[in-house]
């Protein structure tokens, strides 16, 4: 773990230009909304909108938005106020539901499946943290890892699905007790 923390901003590592770091997801969540859009756009007609008003509702992003334009609401989250990491976790497990339900794939840019994983480790119910409590998450396809005792490794997509509770199916092939 102490590998881990000499490479996180603000650190002791080697001293380098720090000036962008912040805590402002924004243009994560814009993307992930985008993300949503591409996957409400493989979905039938009939069934696009109630699928996008219950994205919208899971992820928090209902108040802002009344109609069903998730490119209109990514342009104005990139370009609104600033965004908390519970923000991007609500969405990110917004979105993974989604692709669940309509059978697609979630493509999101490694950070933010790391920071999601990483702030879910602390936030998800008591039985999700106790599968992965103690152990080092590892994602296969984007490189990430954090933790440390015995590794769970497998890809951040099925990682974050377990730590957000879409799926029951724990990283490297187990599952969630219930």
Same mark, same amino acid.
């Given at each position: 773990?102490?590998?881990?923390?000499?490479?996180?901003?603000?650190?002791?590592?080697?001293?380098?230009?720090?000036?962008?770091? #912040?805590?402002?997801?924004?243009?994560?969540?814009?993307?992930?909304?985008?993300?949503?859009?591409?996957?409400?756009?493989?979905?039938?007609?009939?069934?696009?909108?109630?699928? =996008?008003?219950?994205?919208?509702?899971?992820?928090?992003?209902?108040?802002?938005?009344?109609?069903?334009?998730?490119?209109?609401?990514?342009? /104005?989250?990139?370009?609104?106020?600033?965004?908390?990491?519970?923000?991007?976790?609500?969405?990110?497990? /917004?979105?993974?539901?989604?692709?669940?339900? #309509?059978?697609?794939?979630?493509?999101?840019?490694?950070? =933010?499946?790391?920071?999601?994983?990483?702030?879910?480790?602390?936030?998800?119910?008591?039985?999700?943290?106790?599968?992965?409590?103690?152990?080092?998450?590892?994602?296969?396809?984007?490189?990430?890892?954090?933790?440390?005792?015995?590794?769970?490794?497998?890809?951040?997509?099925?990682?974050?699905?377990?730590?957000?509770?879409?799926?029951?199916?724990?990283?490297?092939?187990?599952?969630?007790?219930?």
């Amino acid at each position: 773990m102490s590998d881990l923390f000499r490479e996180l901003p603000l650190s002791s590592r080697t001293p380098r230009d720090e000036s962008g770091v #912040t805590g402002d997801w924004r243009g994560q969540l814009a993307d992930v909304v985008g993300e949503a859009a591409r996957l409400l756009a493989r979905v039938d007609d009939d069934s696009r909108s109630p699928r =996008t008003r219950a994205f919208l509702v899971e992820s928090g992003l209902d108040r802002e938005r009344s109609e069903d334009d998730l490119t209109g609401l990514a342009d /104005a989250v990139r370009s609104g106020r600033r965004r908390r990491i519970r923000d991007l976790s609500r969405a990110v497990t /917004a979105t993974l539901v989604l692709a669940r339900d #309509t059978g697609g794939a979630v493509s999101l840019a490694p950070l =933010t499946f790391g920071a999601v994983a990483l702030y879910r480790t602390t936030a998800a119910p008591l039985p999700i943290r106790a599968v992965v409590a103690g152990r080092t998450l590892r994602s296969s396809d984007h490189g990430w890892e954090f933790g440390h005792g015995p590794l769970l490794e497998d890809s951040s997509e099925r990682i974050v699905a377990f730590l957000c509770g879409v799926s029951e199916n724990a990283p490297g092939g187990g599952s969630r007790p219930r």
